[in-house]
């Protein structure tokens, strides 16, 4: 709450303590004039904030030239950030924080750890005696991106306007150790600047140093949600469960609560109705290494829950404004248990919907012409990636992800309001059990960040990629290179694609000369098996045929069929993760992989670090990888178009 007064003493000390912050010349009053006035204490009403960051010193270029781009952000309503004007005059600001609310389109090239962050942050006015006034923090998670130096303040009375100038943005102890360079910590690579109108909610009236008088303005009351226009982000995955087991696996599902950040009303039309979200579930393994975070794996995947009939709760405290039904409204929140988000025929296939404008069929959960066994539909996983006597140590978590057709059509509208980005969320799980398994959740679930985020904690390197801007969605490279003996470097790289409609085919890593290496591997998590009415080509299901290896001197290429051969092929769909593995006697150097893409598009490269040259002998084989499932024939190919963009 409020204070509702200040003492004598705090006021002597707003009104005769120099602070430590910079502030710009303001108007000078007669001496007799500051014990008697009016004090005020304000908090933000709306403003902007602009962070311009130059790209080549967050990526650590050693490109001399700057390549700057500008981070826009709407602040927070209401955020407490509170200053002390007394006789219009600026005397002080207090510890507080604005969150900012991204502006505009994603910022291609981030370093992944601030892009995956950006509808988190808030600018912190930090406590007297910090090294810093003012630093760039995660809501959340209180990590520090930037502390800010040769901040500049100015205050117009007129417009109870706020302005911050100057501000240089250092990279932090803490981004530094995450970007795996900690001698790039107090680095410049940047400035800030802040306008912000302010709004009283402390108004005090002083006569020779005491307090007469004092009041509490009424605020205006905030919207909920804090991003324009619609917003869906899974604001919690509280529970996973086991519900049937079919041969050597089991089908589990888990509890989902979808959050609308946004400052609209989601569309949450029912089926037949084609607006609504659609919501896969993940189940990834992190284990291997000494330290079991080798590997980061997918062991399972569900097809899709099709939502309806939208609840008014508030489970992530955005305010909810009491719509729902057909529609989400704007802060509210709606629950989906796990025994819900298991009904088998309330799922729907992946092969029905395109990730990126969120476009299906309405016979996209059609059942007609098939039978359920105890795992069909469900995340389905093999009992033997589970099982606790085979994999003591591993760690395991849960994702889930909204995906809607409201979301990308109001970016077509307003460009700079796209939130199609943010809509996967994830949670660890602990693991009991041999053949009959429990799961109990484990920490908060971890907002707006696909699961692989977790395997970033632990060292291995990760960075977003968006192909075609503006046409289709992101993709995800993860990468760790160990040392698990001498003269044996293990290769691990997964690549997670988000909601990437064209799908990924080939995978290529650059060899130096003379590198040798062996114990090369795949893994893949299975595929649903061909059903009626399951948008594949002739209803075939997608192939869980391991990916070719081919090798040569200069390179390793891992690849499925092409589109041309089957449009059924094991390509890396939108939801999933795939992995690819070898050892070498060589270290690792920066290097590019070549990415092939299925539906459309040209090959691309992605920074990772490979094996370099230098013969030296085979290194000691390690572990075979798991074998992947035996998979089913291949039909003949038919074309069947990508679903065309919602106008």
Known sequence: ?????????????????????????????????????????????????????????????NDLTTRSVA???????????????????????????????PQGRPVPLLPVALSASLKQLVVERLSPGANFDLAVKHARTGMTFFNVEGDEYNYDSNGQLLTIQGGRLLISDQFARALGRPSDAGANVGKISIGVTMQPVEVQTIVNGQTKSAVVPSLPQPRPGTSPGPDVIVGDLPAMQQFGTAGTQVGLAI??????????????FALPQTDHPVIPQNLYRMSGGANNDERFEQIGQSWLKHAFAALTQDACNFGCNGVGGSHLGSGCSDPY?????????????????????????????????????????????????????????ATYFGEAQYVTPHEYAWCQDHPGQCNMYNNVSYRQFTVTGTTNFSFSPVGNTIWRRPAISAWAGTGAALSQIEPDPGNDGIWFMGYKVTNPSPGVWHYEYALYNENLDRGIQSFSVPLGFGANISNIGFHAPAQEPGWANDGTENNQGYSSTPWAVAEDASSITWSSETFAQNQN??????????????????????ANATIGFFKTGSPMTVAIQAPSGGATPTPTATATPRPTPTPRSSPASRPRPTPPPRP
């Open 255 to 268: 509890a989902t609560t979808s959050c609308n950040a946004g400052t609209e009303d989601l569309d949450w």
């Open 337 to 393: 248990s796990s025994g819900l988000n298991a009904t088998q025929t309330g799922l729907g296939s992946r092969g029905w919907v395109n990730p990126f404008t969120g476009d299906y069929p309405s016979t996209a959960n059609n059942h007609g012409g098939h039978a359920h066994d105890g795992v069909s539909h469900r995340i389905r996983v093999e009992i033997d990636d589970l099982n606790q006597d085979l994999n003591q140590g």
């Open 569 to 590: 092929a094991n390509a890396i769909r939108w939801g999933t993760l795939y992995n690819f593995r070898f050892d070498c006697d060589q270290p690792p150097q920066a």
């Open 1 to 61: 709450m409020l204070k509702t007064t200040l003492t004598s003493f705090a006021l002597v000390v707003v009104l005769f303590v120099a602070e430590s912050v910079n502030y710009a010349d303001q108007p000078k009053q007669k001496t007799s004039d500051t014990l008697s006035g009016m004090l005020q204490k304000m908090i933000v009403e709306n403003g902007s904030v602009t962070m311009k960051v130059d790209l080549n010193g967050l990526n650590g270029s």
């Open 71 to 101: 981070l826009q952000f709407a602040a927070g309503t209401n955020s407490f950030f509170p200053i002390l004007v007394f006789n219009d005059r600026l005397r002080s600001l207090e510890p507080g924080s604005i969150a900012l609310v």
